[in-house]
């Protein structure tokens, strides 16, 4: 983001399969919009590109890059901003510490990620890649409320060419295990602060023998701010996890852990390795301190501590005793590669799995491969009713009907690092038995808890603007819809029962509370379920934790993927950022173009996303060949669904280049057909024939690439030209492009 005037449309350099598609999708997307004196960005907000931007001391002059993050956080906040955002990697420790390694690999002297860091430099070294770590991105991008939606061309698709969906069984054993009590869902207490309130706060720690530590030294609460605090008892949770583990066996189920420890980067680590322990019972009891010691983090998942045991010399030892443990099946990741769903926890991410488990009718695949009903464990219950509700819903109803199923659309509260997608800085590990307490500014106690060694205690906070805000998105979404619209808002939750006070009075003034419900999660979900089963729309109005998880449920079981939705961010300040849709199995897809030259990865995202912003510089810029390039985008995206030109999985069967020059294509020949823009439709009538005249060529060429592996020379930071060369394999298609 050197530019000195910023780019009209700015595409975001990210990770794993999106980014390899950039490669092909982006010189079309440059050529196309250059005739409408457009010009595209790149800002790098990929995990190694924030990385080197972290440490650029010991780099040279050629390696050094911009903090394109905090360039495009600064931007969002302005009128200006017109952002198409792609998945990006949110890294756990094993992801960024593979990321730290492999660009070392590549020559760049930057410090190894210290797992226990001892000295000042090290703690310090560790701060900075904690700041790397997690969803990094999302919360500094996100300064508007988020409009989700399945787009017309894309629901319709779903409908009438259904994807497969597993039957659903009423004597099913599949379920949803959470927390009895004391966790965070039990514990929570919220308020809303006051004018006299307001000011720089601080989280403090309280040992038994009254001596006092700052947690936090600086922490804002501005007036109207909804501030929470809770925390998760770690024995109640090692007690669960306990039962739930023999539950499993008793079921003759498989079991299956199911976090967000990437978003969550603070306190979903800590309860995944709560859960290894669990797992492992007296083999960790009795080993567990050499384990850590040699580098197996519990935290870091099952696939760290079984490296680390390799290293000792007891091995086989331990591997006897673990090997002894009388455990249920466990889910696995991947059965043939023994990818356990304990083993990384970055692997599992809930909000992709359990919609997996659910589209399946119920069953996971164990140690075998074998097909079976599985003991979904999510020990926090602030959301589990969701899934619990949807398994109850579809065990008593069957699965969802594809072809006559209505949608369920989503305004999300997110603005401003709302809720605890926001709260990785107020997350704290208690280092003894005490009390952890928000001070005010005034001196005042806002909230306390007596903890425990190991209870996980976070604060978290929504301000007063993205609230009010994300009212108004929803009074919107229900006027220009007519939908049935519910805030998902749980009155005996406090933080919820403090939202509430903001919606009531609010729909009140604007004369819209009759149009509006507002249920508790487990009620929102058997309502919505009942909606679109009957073949009609609803409007999910949540917070942040919601929106990411509803906006991949409802999809994965209309759709057959959450990649495909239109995700707009009206920013708050006037700009706009298209969001292209969920990462999903992003690595696989890498992987697979590794091997075989083949990437599946579905662009459609990208194809909505383009066409909104387009459509948002007609609109707000006044740009009206902009507006021309809009609406053929759209057509071209419909034209992608009609003729089936989406990539296949299989090597040697159409993927995701050949969709690309389909997508041109039609673009082009949408173009060439308008009468809105004469000079566009004459510039593009040559292109339009080049690329029909051609389409035997190019699709032979792009055929021919693959098979055999391909080098992109690295996973995190792919060479540009080796991914250039492996992307755009047409001669032909290249020419007409460039």
């Excluded at 990210?14 to 250059?34: Q, Y």
């Excluded at 990385?51 to 010991?58: D, G, R």
């Excluded at 006051?194 to 001596?211: L, P």
Aim: glycine share 8%; proline share 4%; hydrophobic share 45%.
């Amino acid at each position: 983001m050197a530019e000195n005037k910023t780019p009209d449309i700015l595409y975001t350099i990210v990770d794993e399969a999106p980014e390899l598609a950039s490669a092909s999708f982006l010189p079309i997307i440059r050529k196309f919009v250059s005739s409408a004196g457009i010009t595209v960005g790149t800002p790098d907000i990929s995990l190694a590109g924030r990385i080197i931007a972290t440490f650029p001391e010991n780099l040279t002059d050629d390696q050094r890059q911009s903090d394109d993050l905090a360039a495009l956080g600064e931007l969002v906040k302005t009128p200006d901003a017109n952002v198409i955002k792609l998945p990006n990697i949110s890294a756990s420790v094993p992801q960024l510490v593979a990321a730290i390694e492999e660009l070392q690999g590549q020559g760049y002297n930057i410090p190894s990620y210290p797992e226990a860091p001892a000295t000042d430099a090290e703690k310090e070294i560790r701060a900075r890649y904690d700041g790397i770590k997690g969803s990094a991105v999302n919360p500094v991008l996100r300064e508007g409320n988020s409009d989700r939606r399945s787009a017309k061309a894309v629901k319709n698709f779903a409908q009438n060419n259904p994807h497969s969906m597993g039957a659903w069984v009423a004597d099913s054993k599949t379920k949803v295990s959470s927390m009895p009590g004391n966790d965070f869902y039990a514990n929570e207490v919220s308020a809303t602060i006051s004018a006299a309130q307001a000011g720089d706060a601080k989280i403090e720690f309280v040992a038994a023998d009254g001596s006092v530590a700052v947690l936090k030294d600086s922490y804002p609460l501005a007036e109207g701010t909804v501030a929470d605090a809770t925390f998760m008892s770690a024995a109640a949770l090692g007690s669960f996890l306990a039962e739930a583990i023999e539950d499993t066996k008793a079921d003759g189920t498989m079991f299956s852990l199911h976090m967000k420890a990437t978003m969550m980067k603070v306190s979903d680590p800590i309860i995944f390795g709560h859960a290894v322990k669990a797992w492992l019972g007296p083999v960790w009891d009795k080993h567990g301190d050499a384990i850590a010691a040699a580098g197996g983090a519990a935290n870091s998942g099952l696939g760290a501590v079984l490296a680390a045991i390799d290293m000792l010399a007891n091995a086989d030892e331990i591997k006897a005793e673990i090997a002894a443990l009388d455990r249920p099946s466990m889910y696995m990741v991947d059965s043939d590669k023994g990818i356990t769903n304990l083993h990384v926890p970055s692997d599992v991410i809930i909000d992709a799995s359990m919609p997996a488990v659910i589209r399946a009718g119920g069953k996971g695949w164990d140690e075998a491969g074998n097909k079976g009903d599985t003991n979904c464990v999510i020990p926090d219950r602030c959301y589990a009713t969701v899934y619990d509700e949807t398994i109850n819903f579809f065990k008593a109803n069957g699965a969802l009907d594809v072809t006559t199923a209505g949608s369920v659309a989503n305004v999300g509260l997110m603005a401003q690092k709302a809720e605890e997608y926001g709260s990785h800085p107020t997350t704290f590990e208690a280092p003894a038995a005490g009390t952890i307490r928000i001070v005010l500014a005034n001196g005042e106690t806002l909230h306390s808890h007596e903890v425990e060694a190991g209870d996980i205690w976070r604060s978290c906070t929504v301000k007063k603007a993205p609230i009010e805000n994300w009212i108004e998105l929803a009074l919107d979404r229900q006027r220009l819809t007519g939908s049935e619209a519910i805030f998902w808002l749980d009155a005996n939750r406090a933080h919820d029962a403090e939202l509430i006070k903001y919606v009531q009075p609010a729909l009140e003034a604007a004369g819209k509370a009759d149009l509006f419900q507002i249920m508790a999660p487990r009620e929102a979900t058997a309502q919505s379920l009942k909606t679109i089963t009957a073949g009609n729309d609803s409007i999910a109005i949540t917070g942040n934790v919601l929106r990411d998880y509803l906006t991949d449920l409802f999809p994965i079981l209309e759709l057959g993927t959450s990649a495909k939705m239109l995700s707009i961010v009206k920013l708050m300040q006037g700009g706009g950022l298209f969001e292209t849709g969920a990462g999903g199995s992003a690595p696989k897809h890498v992987q697979q173009l590794v091997e075989e030259n083949h990437l599946r990865w579905d662009s459609m995202g990208e194809f909505c996303a383009l066409s909104e912003s387009l459509n948002f510089l007609a609109d707000v810029k006044g740009n009206a060949k902009a507006g021309v390039l809009g609406v053929a985008a759209e057509a071209a995206t419909q034209g992608i669904l009609d003729d089936n030109r989406s990539p296949s999985r299989k090597v040697g069967q159409p993927d995701n280049r050949d969709s690309h020059y389909w997508f041109a294509r039609y673009w082009a020949e949408a173009l060439a057909a308008q009468s809105d823009d004469a000079d566009l439709a004459a510039e593009f009538a040559g292109v339009a024939k080049a690329l029909a005249e051609g389409e035997a060529a190019i699709l032979a060429e792009l055929a021919a690439a693959q098979g055999p592996a391909a080098d992109i020379g690295g996973y995190f930071r792919p060479s540009v030209e080796l991914k250039a060369k492996v992307m755009r394999p047409s001669a032909t298609l290249n020419a007409i492009i460039d």
